[in-house]
């Protein structure tokens, strides 16, 4: 289905009291019908506030070209994940983090994390070879987020996370946003779609304040997951572990880890 790419403002507010079925009233209804026929019941639009250009589009193979460009334009975009919605863009693009951290409202002490098309490009940005071998490939794609040493042969730029020497390394399993992770042609910083310590969104809805920062928000619908997020494991250290995070998947990502025979790391 092709998805309108600009749509005339519409009134944001309307008087207090009602209003009489005047032209105006029937044209406001005209135009929510269009907007109802256009729009499937689980997608939402926005507005760029200077152009009236339409911000949205499906999350689809269709629009992953569009996506690329933008994120190699150093542009922040909005994608559904297998967790949560995320605000993404080129991790080598320190102009765009910022943009990110400037969103969110984060402190830029709060590391991010990135996000790779396939689990055989971990190894460009982090350090696997302590790794039991088929690990990576039993936690991933899915709902982790591995905390790895970047290492000196790390192709990340030092500007990323400033001071730490570890990274935590994402491949959801989620179509969209793997094609366009491959496209780019390098790793993707991600971090939830939201403002720092307000509730993390599962619906482009929930970000709707945060649209007009974005160059597209791309809609997945209502992901299923909750708000858990990823669950965060530290892999750092030889044939150890640490959830540091227990997120949407603590016990299979436990399970899977004993299983190739990692314990536990002693908490201090």
């Known amino acids: 289905m092709n998805i309108p790419t600009r749509i005339s403002p519409l009134p944001l507010f309307l008087p207090f009291g009602g209003v009489r079925k005047s032209s105006f009233s029937l044209h406001?209804?005209?135009?929510?019908?269009?907007?109802?026929?256009?729009?499937?019941?689980?997608?939402?639009c926005g507005l760029d506030n200077k152009t009236g250009t339409a911000l949205l589009r499906p999350a689809t193979d269709a629009y992953s070209a569009e996506a690329v460009e933008a994120l190699k334009a150093g542009k922040v975009i909005a994608v559904p994940t297998d967790t949560l919605y995320g605000f993404a863009c080129d991790a080598c693009s320190l102009e765009a983090v910022n943009r990110i951290y400037e969103i969110k409202g984060r402190k830029h002490t709060s590391p991010l994390a990135i996000c790779v098309g396939d689990v055989s490009d971990i190894y460009r940005f982090a350090i696997i070879d302590h790794l039991p071998q088929g690990l990576l490939d039993s936690l991933l794609p899915g709902p982790v987020t591995?905390?790895?040493?970047?290492?000196?042969?790390?192709?990340?730029?030092?500007?990323?996370?400033?001071?730490?020497?570890?990274?935590?390394?994402?491949?959801?399993?989620?179509?969209?946003?793997?094609?366009?992770?491959?496209?780019?042609?390098?790793?993707?910083?991600?971090?939830?779609?939201?403002?720092?310590?307000?509730?993390?969104?599962?619906?482009?809805?929930?970000?709707?304040?945060?649209?007009?920062?974005?160059?597209?928000?791309?809609?997945?619908?209502?992901?299923?997951?909750?708000?858990?997020g990823s669950t965060v494991v530290d892999l750092t250290t030889p044939h150890k572990y640490k959830i540091l995070r227990p997120g949407s998947a603590k016990e299979e990502t436990i399970a899977i880890l004993e299983k190739h025979s990692l314990v536990e790391s002693a908490t201090p």
């Open 146 to 228: 591995v905390v790895l040493s970047r290492g000196d042969s790390s192709v990340l730029e030092r500007s990323l996370n400033p001071g730490f020497d570890s990274i935590g390394v994402r491949v959801p399993d989620s179509n969209f946003i793997r094609v366009i992770a491959r496209g780019s042609g390098t790793a993707l910083a991600l971090t939830s779609a939201n403002l720092s310590g307000q509730p993390s969104s599962v619906c482009i809805r929930d970000f709707e304040n945060l649209w007009e920062h974005c160059a597209f928000v791309y809609d997945g619908g209502v992901l299923p997951s909750g708000r858990a």
């Open 28 to 44: 406001w209804q005209q135009c929510s019908r269009k907007l109802r026929r256009a729009f499937p019941k689980n997608m939402a």
